[in-house]
C-alpha cells in the first residue's frame, strides 16, 4: 500500500506536501494550455502505477464471482451514453461497471480541502491530475479484487495517453467501445441529464429531433423521463452547464481523441456511431458485440 501511504502524504491537508498538489491545482486551472493539467515531479506517476497492477493482477483466493473475465473500456465525448450502455452491458455480463467520474464525484462529496480544490477543476471542466484518477481506482479494484472480481468494464478511464499506457502495461484490455453521437445531440444531452439524489438513476428531460439530409437518417431520441418516485428528487450534475460542457469537449478533442487513436493502432478499437435512443442502440450495440445470444437476459 506503499503509494497509497504516500498519495495520502500528497494529498493530506496536514502536509507541507499539500501545497505540491495546491499549486498543480492553480497552475492546471490558470493555464491556458490546450494540452490540460501538466504532470507535477514532485507525484510519482511511477508508484501510482505500480499500485494499479498490484490491484489489477489476478485475486490469489479462488473467485466466488460468477462474472466472466472481461477488460473493456468504453470511450466517447461528454454527454454520448457511456455510462448507459456500460451500465447494460454489465448487468447482462455479470462484470462490474467501473465509471471513473462517479469515483471523482464520490471523492468530491466528502469535506476537505482537497475535496475543494478538485471540485475547482471539475467545475470547470478540466481533467484530474493522472496521479489522482489512477490512485482511486486502485484503490476501487483492489476492493473488487477483495470481494473476487475478476473482469470490469472500464467508463471514462483512460482518457489520457499516460493513462492508456499506464493500464495496457498492467492489464491486457481485450476491446475498446468508442461510442459516438452527432455532436449537436451531446450538448443538449448534457444539458438535458438529470440525477435521482436518492436513487442514483439517471434520466434526460432533452427531446433530440435533428433532421436528416445528405445521406444522413433523422436523429430521435426522446426524454428518458423519471418515474414518480424519483421526479421530486432529481438535481443536475454541477459539471452540465453549457459553459463547462463545451469544455469538457474542448478537453475530450485534444487530450482523449489521441487516446481512440492509441487502440485503433493496437487493432482494440471498435466504433460504434449511436443510431438514436436506447430502444434503437442497445440491439445494434449487442449485434456489434456478437452478444446477441446474451440478449435474453437483457434489459430491454
Ligand atoms: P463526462 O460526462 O464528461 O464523460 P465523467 O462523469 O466521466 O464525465 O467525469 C467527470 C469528471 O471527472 C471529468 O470531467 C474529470 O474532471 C474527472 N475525471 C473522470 N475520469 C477521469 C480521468 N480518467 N482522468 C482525469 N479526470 C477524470
Given at each position: 500500500m506503499a503509494v497509497v501511504h504516500r498519495l495520502f502524504r500528497l494529498f493530506s491537508p496536514f502536509t507541507p506536501a499539500k501545497n505540491n498538489l495546491s499549486s498543480f491545482l492553480i497552475r492546471s486551472l490558470s493555464?491556458?494550455?490546450?494540452?490540460?493539467p501538466s504532470l507535477?515531479?514532485?507525484?510519482d506517476l511511477k508508484e501510482a502505477a505500480a499500485e494499479l497492477e498490484k490491484s489489477s493482477s489476478p485475486s490469489s483466493s479462488p473467485s466466488p464471482s460468477k462474472g466472466r473475465n472481461f477488460h473493456w473500456v468504453f470511450l466517447g465525448c461528454p454527454g454520448v451514453g457511456k455510462g448507459t450502455y456500460a451500465s447494460r452491458l454489465s448487468t447482462l455480463l455479470g462484470v462490474p461497471h467501473i465509471a471513473t467520474g462517479d469515483l471523482v464525484r464520490e471523492e468530491l462529496s466528502s469535506s476537505g480541502l482537497l475535496s475543494s480544490q478538485l471540485k475547482e477543476l471539475v467545475n470547470h471542466g478540466k481533467l484530474v491530475p493522472d496521479e489522482f484518477i489512477i490512485s482511486l481506482l486502485s484503490k476501487r479494484l483492489e476492493a473488487g479484487k477483495e470481494k473476487g472480481e475478476s473482469g470490469y468494464i472500464l467508463d471514462g478511464?483512460?482518457?489520457?495517453v499516460t493513462q492508456a499506457e499506464i493500464l495496457e502495461g498492467v492489464i491486457n484490455v481485450d476491446l475498446v467501445i468508442n461510442l459516438k453521437l452527432k455532436e449537436e445531440a451531446l450538448l443538449a444531452k448534457c444539458l438535458g441529464r438529470r440525477i435521482c439524489s436518492e436513487c442514483g438513476a439517471n434520466y434526460n428531460v432533452a427531446c433530440i429531433d435533428i433532421k436528416g439530409g445528405d445521406g444522413d437518417d433523422r436523429m430521435y431520441m426522446p426524454p428518458l423521463l423519471p418515474p414518480p418516485k424519483c421526479e421530486s428528487k432529481l438535481i443536475t450534475r454541477a459539471d452540465d452547464t453549457e459553459e463547462v460542457v463545451k469544455e469538457r469537449l474542448r478537453v475530450y478533442n485534444k487530450m482523449t481523441q489521441p487516446v481512440e487513436e492509441f487502440y485503433r493502432k493496437r487493432g482494440k478499437l471498435l466504433e460504434f456511431e449511436l443510431p438514436g435512443g436506447i430502444p434503437q442502440s442497445w440491439p445494434k450495440l449487442l449485434r456489434a458485440l456478437h452478444l446477441e445470444d446474451d440478449k435474453q437476459s437483457a434489459i430491454a
Open positions: 493555464s491556458s494550455s490546450p494540452h490540460g507535477d515531479p514532485e507525484i478511464f483512460p482518457r489520457t
